[in-house]
C-alpha cells in the first residue's frame, strides 16, 4: 500500500534519514523499530507531509506523493498520530474526536457512525467523552489520539510511540484495540521503542539505526533472533 524508495529527508542542513527503503503491506501492521535518534519520527514526519524529501520517493497504490503537503497526504488517507499525542486540552473528548474529521465532507449521521465505531473500539472515550481531553490519563489520551486518527477515515494509521510512558496494562489494552483495528482491515505502520511489544504485534518490521534500515523480517522471525535480542531486548 505504501512502497518508500531510497527516502533522505532531514532538517536544514542536518540529513537525517539516509535512503530508506520499505513496503508498507494492505492489511498488515508494520513495525519501525530502533534505538534513540535513530530517524523514526523523521521518517514518519516525511511520510505524513511535514517535512520535504531531498531525494526518494513513496508512491500508494501507483500514486507518486513524494511531494504531497500534510493536506494532500490525509486526503489519500495516510494519517499520523503524531508522539505526544497533541490533543486540545481544553476541549472535551468527543470534540477532539471531532477535529479529526474536520476535513472529510461527510453527513452528521456517517459522523455519528464513525464516533460510534470508535467508543466501541475504546469504551473509556465513550463514558467520559463530554470531559476535556486534559483531564484524561496518559493511556486514555492516547485512545483519544488513535480514535481522532480513526476519525480521519485512513486507509493507513501511522502511530508514534504507542506505549511512551504507559503502564504494561493499559498498553496491553491498546494492542488489544490495534489487533481488533487490524481484523477488520486497517493497515497500520507502527513506531515503537518497545521492541517486545512491536515484534509481537506485526506482521513485518524494519529495524533502524542511524537513519538506515539494517534488518527487517517478519516479527515473530526477528523475535527469535538471538542477534535482535541481544542488540535490542537486553537478553543474552
Ligand atoms: P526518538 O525515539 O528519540 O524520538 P527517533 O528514532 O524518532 O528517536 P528522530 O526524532 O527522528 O529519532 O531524530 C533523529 C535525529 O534527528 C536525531 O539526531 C535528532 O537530534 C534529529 N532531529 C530531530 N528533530 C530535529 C529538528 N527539528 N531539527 C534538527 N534535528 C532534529
Redesign the pocket.
Known amino acids: 500500500m505504501l512502497e518508500l524508495n531510497g527516502i533522505c529527508a ?3 542542513e ?1 540529513q ?1 534519514l539516509w535512503g530508506i527503503d520499505m513496503a508498507v503491506r494492505s492489511g498488515e501492521i508494520t513495525a519501525l523499530i ?12 516525511a511520510l505524513s507531509g511535514l517535512i520535504p524529501l531531498t531525494s526518494g520517493k513513496y508512491v500508494s497504490e501507483g500514486v507518486d506523493l513524494s511531494k504531497a503537503s500534510a493536506a494532500q497526504m490525509l486526503a489519500h488517507g495516510i494519517v499520523h498520530v503524531p ?1 505526544g499525542r497533541r490533543l486540545f486540552g481544553a476541549m472535551s473528548i468527543e470534540d477532539n474526536l471531532l477535529m479529526g474529521a474536520y476535513s472529510r465532507s461527510v453527513s452528521r449521521s456517517e459522523l455519528n457512525r464513525d464516533l460510534d465505531r470508535v467508543y466501541t473500539t475504546f469504551p473509556k472515550l465513550r463514558e467520559r467523552r463530554n470531559q476535556a481531553a486534559a483531564t484524561l490519563s496518559g493511556g486514555e489520551q492516547q485512545m483519544c489520539a488513535i480514535g481522532r486518527g480513526l476519525m480521519s477515515a485512513p486507509r493507513l494509521l501511522m502511530i ?2 504507542l506505549s511512551l510512558g504507559l503502564s504494561p496494562l493499559l498498553v496491553e489494552q491498546l494492542v488489544a484495540a490495534l489487533r481488533q483495528l487490524n481484523s477488520e482491515g486497517m493497515s497500520i505502520l507502527l ?1 515503537e ?1 518497545d521492541v517486545t511489544t512491536a515484534l509481537d504485534l506485526c506482521h513485518h518490521a524494519y529495524i ?1 539505526d542511524m ?1 538506515r534500515i539494517v534488518r527487517t523480517g517478519q516479527g515473530a522471525e526477528l523475535l527469535a533472533d538471538p542477534i535482535i535480542r541481544d542488540a535490542y531486548l537486553g537478553v543474552l
Open positions: 532531514g532538517y536544514g542536518i537525517v530502533g534505538s534513540n535518534g535513530a530517524g523514526k519520527t523523521t521518517l514518519m514526519r508522539e508514534d510511540e513506531v521503542q533502524m537513519g
